[in-house]
């Protein structure tokens, strides 16, 4: 499997991402967000008004990072220009929530969650930064 497909392969499992983003007084601040990958695109959502939101607004340089945390390690690091847009759509919040809670969950946490206060966040990579742990891996591999 090439260095390629390992990434996409990782970032279309429901990995928890890291969203880092430049803060008041340029302090970074970084937090765990659900996304979707799709067509090279990530897509987040988050409250309106909320400290990541009120940061993209000021400086859309974001990171994402999102890692697997059992060996061997891996993790990518995507740095790009984040877009704010309107709430996501019930049927994308859905998969959103389905793509981690597991069905059932998932279509509970959506009926009980209003989407009406919430903003989307489109990435759209720049560049990509891959980092493979040399912990757990073979001679060979």
Do not use: C
Not at 126 to 138: K, Q, W
């Amino acid at each position: 499997m090439s260095e390629r497909d390992d990434r996409e392969d990782l970032l279309k499992q429901p990995n928890i991402a890291v969203l880092a983003s430049v803060g008041p007084g340029g302090r970074p601040h970084a937090v765990p967000i659900w996304y979707l990958y799709e067509g090279g695109v990530f897509t987040m959502s988050t409250g309106r008004g909320s400290q990541k939101h009120r940061n993209i607004e000021a400086n859309p340089e974001v990171t994402l990072v999102v890692d697997r945390r059992t060996l061997p390690y891996y993790a990518v690091m995507v740095r790009g220009t984040a877009e704010v847009g309107p709430p996501l759509s019930q049927e994308a919040r859905s998969r959103i929530a389905v793509r981690y809670l597991g069905e059932e969950m998932g279509r509970a946490y959506v009926a009980r969650r209003g989407g009406d206060e919430s903003i989307t966040i489109r990435l759209r990579p720049r560049r990509f930064i891959e980092y493979h742990g040399v912990a757990g891996r073979s001679e060979a591999g």
